[in-house]
């Protein structure tokens, strides 16, 4: 049988070719190079590989020096050296005697030194542990007091109250303290308790379980948690102790700036005026060191200058340790600002005329970060942050306030002259949505109203006959036009909730007139849109940072390399001008503690600050309208402001959002002062009768001004005639001329089909477009436009205080006869009860079968 020949397929696989010019081996190079060696690895020096025990030991050198730069910064705090430790002590209850948990503290060491200042703060010099503490009592009623005083505390001395195993700890205001305590930032808590001595051991027990239970509740996460009873005079020792012997927990905004508590405050007058003033503090200074050329920043006040600073080389409050020494007095150093290098209190731009450019540049975005040193290393270093550039604000000139891109989709643009452009974008706002009961009510005229809900949301209404004569005084009582507008509010947040963005166009006035602020994008997120058009005027005066994350960390580089200054630990006396007099009189009625932070570089200036806000899961129960009035807390600062709403969303535009639904996260963005991150933010909303709530707690996010949020309005319509993937929609335009104004815009649908319209249909609104995919009778169609928008120029630093927590208060200034009872037992069960000393070798105990 003769064999058939191989007949090679199309199949047939075909190898790689050897690449000569690729991979070369070591003998090839070796042959190349010939002996020739690169020279910057002969000019390198040659790195020297750590064998293992030397690895070692450079991991033990580090770790020590760690240790004993730890252990030094612990042992300093508290001493002669450094400031007392400053301690915050709160009542969780109105019940709990506040000198009588000072009497515990300060008679827990017999051979401690006790001292007051004249603002009501207890000092405390104990030689036992060579310790310094100050104990501050703010008002028990004040919410402010409260958080202005932690703001600068090291320790939270949190006081319970005594109760039975079968009551409640914590009412409702007391949750709602220590909800804004923790959110404002809280500093390293110890957990006391003051009454329990009296109650029977069984049931002394059963209700100390029940309370180190509820403290592990509130304060999840801390290990070893532990309640001091102060009825022990043992217990109170270990109190003070582990105050000055805990890890303090850091807090950003508190340790990097200077900051003051005051002992001593003296108001004088000023001669050429008689509404301000020069406010003298006196405390001591912690934190970082503070230069008389800086600002300083009261809170609910503002922003100072000073005018001098006096350094006390004599404590009033010293750790007194050996009685016998010799005191060296010494005069004060006084320190005066240098007028070239002091920073202004001015926080906008000065506003140019309409004749010049529109630029806004100032010579404010030039200026070194740190101007006091002349050094040339310090000028290059501030060179390099030379990032408050201004961005010029471009006004666009075609017609309805349109970009040059935005003219690709614009059908006849020569039509349309520049009378279209008359309609002003914040009277488009107020008819969009902001003010206008009426506004809502003619847009439901329009569509035909809404008789079906208003069937089903009404209720039945009963004479007044059947409970009684009705009050002839009744309608005095009540404002029922407040009434109207909370229910037109409550009405359009459901329909908002309901149809996001969806309005009716309305019918009186054309749609291409009505929108000529509005445009439309073929993509939210891809879509370009300059940041530069049709700026607003405030963008004239405010600070612009276009990369804040790297100006942030060279602005903090350079506040830790400045020298000189006072430095912590100081007793100083602050001569802060131009003082208003009204602030220090309603100081002096609200008996509250005054705290004063230095500012860091450009703090003072104004800028669009951007803070996430997480919704508060008890207070926030009614969604909040943009622009609504509210009370921010952020970091050391106290303003009231209204804010605009966006989405927390990556990418370069972020959407609107008309109201702050409860459970929802969002970016308020408001014009205020520069403040760097991390910074906390609390937001309260005022009540009537003075009574504020807590809505909203977060962070600041940025300080952007180019953040662009866009504001979408959606015009919807429904579809007349369907064939295939053509259909004639109606009720989304009236006129013929709007059609094809807005002809070029994408048309989407709810159930995820994409169209553009073909051409209008008689003179009625009737157009035909033309979809990707079938479309389905009760299907309706939306077309996309979008405005950006901007905050509006509402910051004021007077914020009214809150009403107090508790109804009356319940301890007067003066003593009682009560009080001196309480006071002279705890000082006999001092004496008979002293902590022994402890013993060197502890003793073993043996368990025998």
């Known amino acids: 049988m003769a064999q058939s020949g191989h007949r090679p397929t199309t199949l047939k696989q075909q190898n790689k070719k050897h690449n000569k010019l690729g991979h070369k081996s070591k003998g090839q190079v070796r042959a190349l190079t010939q002996g020739r060696q690169?020279?910057?690895?002969?000019?390198?020096?040659?790195?020297?590989?750590?064998?293992?025990?030397?690895?070692?030991?450079?991991?033990?050198?580090?770790?020590?020096?760690?240790?004993?730069?730890?252990?030094?910064?612990?042992?300093?705090?508290?001493?002669?050296?450094?400031?007392?430790?400053?301690?915050?002590?709160?009542?969780?209850?109105?019940?709990?005697?506040?000198?009588?948990?000072?009497?515990?503290?300060?008679?827990?060491?017999?051979?401690?030194?006790?001292?007051?200042?004249?603002?009501?703060?207890?000092?405390?010099?104990?030689?036992?542990?060579?310790?310094?503490?100050?104990?501050?009592?703010?008002?028990?009623?004040?919410?402010?007091?409260?958080?202005?005083?932690?703001?600068?505390?090291?320790?939270?001395?949190?006081?319970?109250?005594?109760?039975?195993?079968?009551?409640?700890?914590?009412?409702?205001?007391?949750?709602?303290?220590?909800?804004?305590i923790k959110a404002q930032g809280l500093p390293t808590p110890v957990h006391v308790t003051l009454g329990y001595?009296?109650?029977?051991?069984?049931?002394?027990?059963?209700?100390?379980?029940?309370?180190?239970?509820?403290?592990?509740?509130?304060?999840?996460?801390?290990?070893?948690?532990?309640?001091?009873?102060?009825?022990?005079?043992?217990?109170?020792?270990?109190?003070?102790?582990?105050?000055?012997?805990?890890?303090?927990?850091?807090?950003?905004?508190?340790?990097?700036?200077?900051?003051?508590l005051a002992e001593k405050i003296r108001y004088e007058e000023d001669?050429?005026?008689?509404?301000?003033?020069?406010?003298?503090?006196?405390?001591?200074?912690?934190?970082?060191?503070?230069?008389?050329?800086?600002?300083?920043?009261?809170?609910?006040?503002?922003?100072?200058?000073?005018?001098?600073?006096?350094?006390?080389?004599?404590?009033?409050?010293?750790?007194?340790?050996?009685?016998?020494?010799?005191?060296?007095?010494?005069?004060?150093?006084?320190?005066?600002?240098?007028?070239?290098?002091?920073?202004?209190?001015?926080?906008?731009?000065?506003?140019?005329?309409?004749?010049?450019?529109?630029?806004?540049?100032?010579?404010?975005?030039?200026?070194?970060?740190?101007?006091?040193?002349?050094?040339?290393?310090?000028?290059?270093?501030?060179?390099?942050?030379?990032?408050?550039?201004?961005?010029?604000?471009r006004k666009a000139k075609i017609p309805g306030a349109t970009s040059s891109y935005q003219a690709a989709w614009m059908i006849d643009n020569e039509a349309y002259d520049d009378d279209d452009s008359d309609y002003d974008d914040a009277d488009s706002d107020e008819r969009d949505e902001f003010d206008a009961p009426e506004a809502a009510v003619d847009d439901d005229s329009v569509c035909g109203g809404d008789d079906d809900d208003d069937d089903d949301d009404s209720m039945s209404v009963t004479s007044g006959s059947e409970f009684?004569?009705?009050?002839?005084?009744?309608?005095?009582?009540?404002?029922?036009?407040?009434?109207?507008?909370?229910?037109?509010?409550?009405?359009?947040?459901?329909?908002?909730?309901?149809?996001?963005?969806?309005?009716?166009?309305?019918r009186d006035v054309l749609a291409r007139e009505r929108f000529a602020k509005y445009r439309g994008l073929e993509s939210f997120k891809t879509s370009p849109w300059d940041l530069n058009e049709n700026l607003p005027d405030e963008y004239k005066k405010i600070f612009h940072i276009p990369k804040f994350n790297i100006f942030r960390k060279r602005v903090l580089a350079v506040e830790q390399d400045r020298e000189g200054g006072i430095r912590p630990g100081q007793y100083v006396t602050l001569h802060i001008k131009n003082v208003e007099k009204y602030f220090y009189q309603d100081f002096v009625q609200s008996r509250s503690p005054l705290v004063v932070f230095g500012l860091m570089l450009h703090e003072q200036r104004m800028a669009v600050v951007n803070m996430v806000l997480k919704s508060h899961p008890v207070a926030h129960t009614r969604p909040i309208k943009s622009k609504d009035r509210l009370l921010f807390h952020v970091g050391f600062r106290r303003f009231e402001n209204k804010p605009i709403f966006s989405e927390h969303t990556a990418g370069d535009k972020q959407k609107f959002c008309r109201y702050f639904h409860p459970g929802e996260t969002v970016v308020?963005?408001?014009?205020?002062?520069?403040?760097?991150?991390?910074?906390?933010?609390?937001?309260?909303?005022?009540?009537?009768?003075?009574?504020?709530?807590?809505?909203?707690?977060?962070?600041?996010?940025?300080?952007?001004?180019?953040?662009?949020?866009?504001?979408?309005?959606?015009?919807?319509?429904?579809?007349?005639?369907?064939?295939?993937r053509s259909a004639v929609i109606r009720y989304m335009f009236f006129d013929r001329d709007d059609i094809i104004w807005f002809r070029p815009?994408?048309?989407?649908?709810?159930?995820?089909?994409?169209?553009?319209?073909?051409?209008?249909?008689?003179t009625h609104g009737h157009m035909k477009c033309q979809f990707n995919r079938q479309l389905k009778s009760q299907d309706t169609i939306l077309l996309n436009l979008y405005k950006r928008v901007f905050p509006k120029w509402t910051y004021n630093t007077c914020v009214d205080r809150p009403?107090?927590?508790?109804?009356?208060?319940?301890?007067?200034?003066?003593?009682?006869?009560?009080?001196?009872?309480?006071?002279?037992?705890?000082?006999?069960?001092?004496?008979?009860?002293?902590?022994?000393?402890?013993?060197?070798?502890?003793?073993?105990?043996?368990?025998?079968?």
């Not at 202005?148 to 007391?174: F, M, N, Y």
């Not at 009744?474 to 036009?481: A, F, Q, T």
């Open 38 to 180: 690169c020279l910057q690895s002969i000019s390198r020096k040659a790195k020297h590989e750590l064998a293992r025990h030397e690895r070692r030991n450079q991991v033990n050198v580090v770790r020590s020096e760690k240790r004993a730069k730890v252990l030094s910064q612990k042992r300093k705090l508290g001493t002669d050296a450094q400031p007392p430790f400053l301690a915050c002590v709160v009542m969780l209850s109105q019940d709990i005697n506040p000198r009588a948990v000072l009497l515990a503290l300060t008679g827990a060491d017999s051979t401690a030194v006790v001292t007051n200042s004249s603002t009501g703060n207890t000092h405390v010099s104990c030689t036992r542990f060579k310790q310094r503490y100050t104990f501050v009592v703010p008002p028990m009623d004040d919410l402010y007091a409260i958080l202005d005083t932690a703001k600068v505390c090291s320790t939270l001395l949190v006081v319970w109250p005594c109760c039975d195993r079968d009551e409640e700890v914590l009412g409702e205001e007391q949750q709602k303290l220590l909800s804004c």
């Open 271 to 393: 001669k050429d005026s008689a509404s301000t003033g020069t406010l003298l503090v006196t405390g001591y200074l912690r934190g970082v060191p503070l230069s008389v050329n800086n600002l300083v920043h009261i809170p609910g006040w503002g922003d100072y200058q000073l005018s001098k600073v006096v350094s006390h080389e004599q404590d009033p409050h010293p750790l007194v340790l050996n009685h016998n020494a010799n005191v060296i007095e010494s005069a004060d150093i006084e320190l005066f600002p240098d007028p070239e290098e002091q920073e202004s209190t001015a926080s906008i731009r000065e506003v140019v005329s309409d004749e010049s450019d529109d630029s806004g540049a100032d010579d404010d975005g030039d200026e070194d970060l740190d101007s006091s040193d002349g050094s040339d290393d310090d000028s290059d270093a501030s060179k390099s942050v030379k990032s408050l550039t201004s961005i010029p604000v």
């Open 197 to 260: 001595k009296e109650m029977a051991m069984k049931r002394q027990t059963a209700a100390l379980r029940n309370l180190l239970f509820e403290v592990r509740h509130y304060f999840p996460g801390e290990e070893k948690v532990n309640v001091h009873e102060l009825d022990k005079p043992i217990d109170a020792l270990m109190c003070l102790r582990q105050v000055g012997a805990q890890k303090q927990r850091s807090l950003f905004y508190r340790d990097h700036r200077p900051h003051i």
């Open 668 to 724: 308020a963005s408001v014009y205020a002062p520069v403040t760097y991150p991390p910074a906390s933010v609390l937001v309260f909303r005022q009540l009537s009768g003075g009574r504020q709530e807590l809505v909203a707690t977060g962070s600041v996010y940025s300080v952007d001004a180019n953040r662009c949020i866009l504001k979408r309005q959606i015009l919807s319509g429904h579809p007349f005639k369907i064939h295939k």
């Open 745 to 762: 815009i994408e048309l989407r649908t709810k159930w995820g089909r994409k169209g553009k319209i073909k051409e209008a249909l008689g």
């Open 468 to 506: 009684g004569t009705a009050d002839d005084t009744y309608d005095e009582k009540i404002d029922y036009n407040d009434e109207m507008d909370e229910y037109e509010r409550i009405r359009d947040c459901r329909d908002d909730l309901e149809f996001p963005d969806e309005i009716d166009t309305p």
């Open 803 to 849: 009403c107090p927590m508790y109804s009356q208060a319940i301890f007067e200034d003066d003593e009682s006869e009560e009080d001196e009872e309480q006071a002279k037992k705890i000082l006999m069960k001092r004496d008979a009860l002293l902590m022994p000393p402890p013993s060197k070798k502890p003793k073993k105990v043996h368990f025998t079968s």
